[in-house]
């Protein structure tokens, strides 16, 4: 049986170089996710050196934190979302899902 083609999309920002996309939208989710940065890092399989490269990357190129940390004690630390950064996410996910349908339109359109 022949294998049906599709599109692909991937939405990412940039200035000079790419500093957001789906990677980092999905560190951001697993964080909220865990609350914690070592274990988002851990369940995308990067060490917690890179995770946080990425945002403070991203941080820097966007001007606000995407994260508030709280160091840990007995318990270990919490991270969570900033309003910005989930107001940006949410954003970034909305985009993306409305690329996604128009991008199956015209896909449909020209290729249909």
């Known amino acids: 049986m022949a294998e049906v083609i599709q599109p692909g999309l991937r939405l990412t920002f940039q200035k000079d170089e790419r500093f957001f996309g789906p990677g980092v939208a999905e560190l951001l989710e697993y964080i909220e996710e865990r609350g914690s940065i070592q274990a988002a890092c ?65 896909f449909s359109q020209y290729f249909g």
């Open 42 to 106: 851990a369940k995308m399989g990067m060490s917690y050196s890179k995770g946080w490269k990425i945002i403070k990357r991203a941080e820097k190129e966007l001007g606000f934190a995407f994260l508030h940390t709280h160091n840990g004690g007995a318990h270990g630390g919490k991270s969570e979302l900033t309003c910005e950064g989930k107001e940006f996410l949410l954003k970034y996910r909305g985009m993306e899902n409305r690329l996604k349908q128009e991008m199956e339109k015209l």
